[in-house]
Every structure is written in C-alpha cells, then in structure tokens.
C-alpha cells in the first residue's frame, strides 16, 4: 500500500499478531530470512560502491570495539542479574553483532537448547520492535546527520531489518551507510561464533556464513561499473522492489510475536537485554557526535 513503511508494517504485525493470531507461524522462520537477505542483496543496486567502501571504512572501529565491549559488559550483566549462562551469551551475541542471525549461529556452537534459543530471540525481538520507532524520532530531535545516524543505527540496533527500515525511514543516505556498516557488522558472526565454540568446547559447532553480503558487494558494483547508457530506471525499480520486501519482512515478523514468547522472556533476560542495549546505544551515540 502506498503509505506502508517499515515501522508501520510492523506495527500492524504486532496488532495482528495480539488481535487475529499467526495462522502461519513457521513464516517467521527461514523464509523471512530468506526475503530480508533478498531485499539487501537488492538494496545494493542503489548504492555507490565508493560511498559503501567510505561507510565501512567510518564504521570499523567502532564496530570491532562495540562488538567486543558488548560480549564482555554483557557476561558481566548476566553473572550479576544471575541469567542463565547460554541465555546470556545468546542475548550478549545478538546485541553485540546482529540480533537473531548471530543467536542462530552462536546457539549451535553452545548446545543451546530449544527455550534458550527461544528466550534471547523474544529478548532481541522486543527491543527491536522499540528501536524502529524510536531512533529516527531521536535522530531527528538531535539533529544527526544522515552518515551519523547511519552508524549509529547500524551499531546499536540489534536485526539488520529493523536497521534499514530505521535508516530508511530517516535518508536515503543514512539507508547506505546503514546497510553497509551493519553488513560489515554481520561479518564478525563466524569468529564469534568460534569464539564461543572454543570456549564451551562444543564438537557441534557450526560456522554460519553469511554469503547474501557478498551479493549485496556485486550488486553494489554492477551498479557503480555499469555503462552510463544503461536505464538507470532498471536500478531504481530494483531499489523499490527491495524496500517493497523489507516492508513486507517486517510485517511477517511483527506478526510473529505471540504471549507466549513475551511470557517465555522473564524479567532478567530482559533486564539484561534493556542494559545492554542502552549502553550500547549511548556509547555508539557519544562517539558519532564527538567524533564524526
């Protein structure tokens, strides 16, 4: 529909969700994935592989110290607020890198079990639910500019859904380097998930690559290096078609919240989850308007 965004779209996930219930809950699963992958993989048709490449470069500091900073701070939290060991690694992952995608690759490299995996994903999807209404009225109210926002949602919004559609909603330049800062973000997953593996010891661990990004980099060059007499029309309804499924994912993943996962969460999962978060949020905002 013409007025849909990503923050309305999944607003209304969330009425259908609490109203009509999810008649199709296993939509929430792989194939949402699939379509959020697919959308950034064509999000790349829009961007300028020279801005991209100044974005991860404005972005990789801040990145390696943020990520780091969060699994240790988060461990901390978790012994004192005494969170279960694995739930609090699981939710530490997902706020240092990026949401359910780094809680899907660190669970089987723990052996974390079937409520615990569930628990950090419901912990994770509240405070993305929060963020993506919240960020861009924060970022207008401090005046950001759009390669500061961009950095900053990329950094303290946990899901690369809930990234772009903040970023989106914001600039079309703050999308771009979002999208590029969070992809690089999303990289970290595999060491991370090794880091884990060889701290539990675990003989199931399990490597998640996250190839959609390496997609995401040759659309971006196919639309950087094509001939200037190429429709550039092609590009742009490629872009709308990307931003069309975004909205569409963050529907089916508003919808995908239930009562029994928000029961399942308890308040010191989600103690941990909202600490972590603000700090994080704030560290990354401190650093974007002093030293950008």
């Known amino acids: 529909?013409?007025?849909?965004?990503?923050?309305?779209?999944?607003?209304?996930?969330?009425?259908?969700?609490?109203?009509?219930?999810?008649?199709y809950p296993q939509i929430a699963g792989k194939p949402t994935r699939v379509l959020l992958q697919f959308?950034?993989?064509?999000?790349?048709?829009?961007?300028?592989?020279?801005?991209?490449?100044?974005?991860g470069k404005d972005g990789i500091a801040f990145t390696i110290a943020t990520i780091f900073g969060t699994l240790i701070v988060g461990f901390c939290v978790g012994?004192?607020?005494?969170?279960?060991?694995?739930?609090?690694?699981?939710?530490?992952?997902?706020?240092?890198?990026?949401?359910?995608?780094?809680?899907a690759a660190v669970a089987p490299a723990i052996d974390a079990d079937g409520e615990q995996i569930s628990v950090s994903l419901g912990t994770i999807f509240i405070l993305n639910s929060i963020?993506?209404?919240v960020f861009p009225i924060i970022g207008h109210a401090l005046n950001l500019s759009p390669n500061q926002f961009g950095i900053w949602a990329a950094i303290a919004i946990h899901d690369t859904s809930s990234v772009v559609g903040a970023a989106q909603s914001y600039s079309a330049e703050a999308l771009a380097v979002a999208t590029t800062v969070k992809l690089a973000r999303a990289l970290w997953i595999a060491p991370v998930a090794l880091l884990y593996a060889l701290v539990?010891?675990?003989?199931?661990?399990?490597?998640?690559?996250?190839?959609?990004?390496?997609?995401?980099?040759?659309?971006?060059i196919a639309r950087t290096y094509t001939p200037p007499d190429f429709p550039p029309s092609i590009f742009d309804s490629l872009v709308l078609l990307a931003k069309a499924g975004l909205t569409v994912t963050?529907?089916?993943?508003?919808?995908?919240?239930?009562?029994?996962?928000?029961?399942?969460?308890?308040?010191?999962?989600?103690?941990?989850?909202?600490?972590?978060?603000i700090l994080i949020s704030l560290v990354s905002l401190w650093a974007v308007l002093n030293l950008l």
């Open 131 to 133: 963020a993506l209404v």
């Open 79 to 103: 012994k004192l607020l005494n969170v279960n060991e694995k739930t609090s690694a699981l939710i530490s992952s997902g706020t240092a890198i990026c949401g359910g995608s780094a809680i």
């Open 250 to 277: 963050l529907f089916f993943i508003g919808a995908s919240l239930s009562k029994e996962t928000l029961k399942k969460v308890g308040i010191k999962p989600l103690a941990q989850g909202v600490l972590l978060w």
């Open 200 to 220: 539990y010891r675990s003989a199931k661990a399990k490597l998640a690559i996250p190839w959609f990004i390496f997609f995401f980099l040759l659309a971006t």
């Open 39 to 55: 959308s950034v993989v064509l999000l790349g048709f829009g961007m300028n592989l020279n801005a991209v490449y100044r974005a």
């Open 1 to 23: 529909m013409p007025f849909a965004s990503p923050p309305i779209a999944l607003v209304f996930g969330l009425v259908f969700a609490f109203t009509v219930g999810n008649p």
